[in-house]
């Protein structure tokens, strides 16, 4: 069983957030390692980017979540995940047209769905309930952590 997980669950594994403590856990709890796609990597670091112009963290604590990232795949706790991108942007395609207009779910969360379906991923992990119903509708099993 492959579990992908939404970046906005990442992120809390290297930034302290509301909910770092329960995915910490349940990413240890589970035991696997994590796929991290080129799509995890641009929106992750931009995620903590962001949080710097949001004075929400500084340099520092922005250089230690980089470390973090790096040393989780050194320690494959994160594995390169490569999708076929034109594949994973024909499926997303074809998700926004069977269920944007029901679940609102946004591109960005649309194309994670998607790269979950073409790395044959059985569950899809996420904190945006948006997603969790588009990823429902695709036929991934999903999961929420509260």
């Not at 069983?1 to 302290?16: E, H, N, P, Q, S």
């Not at 080129?38 to 949080?51: G, P, Q, S, V």
């Not at 340099?59 to 706790?77: F, P, S, V």
Request: glycine fraction near 4%; hydrophobic fraction near 45%.
């Amino acid at each position: 069983m492959i579990a992908y997980y939404d970046t906005g669950v990442l992120v809390k594994l290297w930034v302290r957030e509301a909910l770092s403590d329960e995915v910490a856990d349940f990413v240890t709890r589970r035991g696997r390692a994590v796929p991290f796609t080129a799509l995890h990597e641009i929106e992750t670091k931009n995620a903590l980017r962001l949080k710097i112009f949001r004075r929400e963290m500084n340099a520092a604590t922005l250089g230690d979540a980089m470390t973090m990232i790096d040393e989780d795949r050194t320690l494959r706790r994160l594995f390169a995940a490569a999708p076929s991108w034109t594949e994973v942007f024909m499926r997303a395609e074809r998700l926004s047209a069977d269920v944007t207009q029901k679940t609102g779910c946004r591109t960005l969360d649309l194309l994670h769905v998607a790269a979950a379906m073409v790395l044959g991923c059985d569950e899809f992990i996420s904190l945006d309930r948006r997603q969790l119903k588009a990823a429902k509708a695709a036929g991934l099993r999903v999961t929420t952590i509260e």
